[in-house]
């Protein structure tokens, strides 16, 4: 198995690293800090398996999921994020990721996850499988607004209700607070919505926000 671990923080790079020598017939394992670099390496090597942080300072990790699934078909994708289940997993296995795992998993369900994944089959956790369950339940799972947003509407949304400035989602994401403040009129846009206060409402209401 070849496996690429994309994250842009070396120390959990290194720590995947030596958990995946536990991956039996691992043939190889590379690294990449950013979207550039994932791709950079796809160029030069096949991957059944990539490990992808979902937060990377060049282009979001759904974003190059996104492109993943269509120009490599045959490679599985498994997000690894720091962010609660509900803001991304729903939207990551829509885009088609095999799996959706936070980063304060244990090493036991990595490995689990991974040899699903590798036997064609997907992977989530159960706290996951049981959030699924009770939003199909209510039937609301597509048709909530924020559905509508892009990779990266959807990011800076939570950053505004979270109380960042546009300064410092700029600082953040590498961009001008100015098309940071062009994304908060697509998102009020497409949101229906005219303050941050009745963004910050939605989000809390759809438990999209701690």
Not at 115 to 138: C, P, T, V, W
Not at 149 to 166: A, N, W
């Amino acid at each position: 198995m070849n496996i690429l671990i994309c994250d842009d923080h070396k120390i959990i790079r290194v720590g995947l690293r030596q958990l995946l020598q536990q991956v039996p017939d691992l043939n190889l394992i590379e690294e990449a800090d950013s979207a550039k670099e994932v791709f950079k390496q796809l160029n030069i090597n096949y991957f059944d398996l990539i490990l992808l942080d979902i937060s990377l300072p060049d282009i979001c990790g759904l974003e190059i999921l996104q492109t993943v699934r269509i120009k490599y078909p045959t490679t599985k994708i498994l997000m690894l994020s720091m962010h609660p289940q509900e803001q991304y997993a729903i939207r990551s296995l829509k885009l088609g990721a095999s799996g959706y795992l936070t980063k304060d998993t244990t090493s036991n369900e990595l490995l689990v996850a991974i040899k699903r994944i590798s036997e064609g089959g997907k992977y989530i956790s159960s706290e996951l499988a049981e959030s699924l369950a009770m939003q199909f339940d209510n039937n609301n799972v597509f048709r909530q607004k924020h559905e509508s947003l892009s990779c990266r509407e959807f990011d800076i949304m939570l950053k505004l209700v979270k109380g960042k400035s546009l300064i410092e989602i700029g600082n953040e994401l590498f961009i001008s607070n100015k098309t940071v403040s062009t994304y908060r009129g697509r998102i009020m846009e497409k949101m229906s919505f005219k303050k941050n206060t009745d963004l910050t409402r939605y989000c809390i209401e759809n438990n999209l926000i701690n």
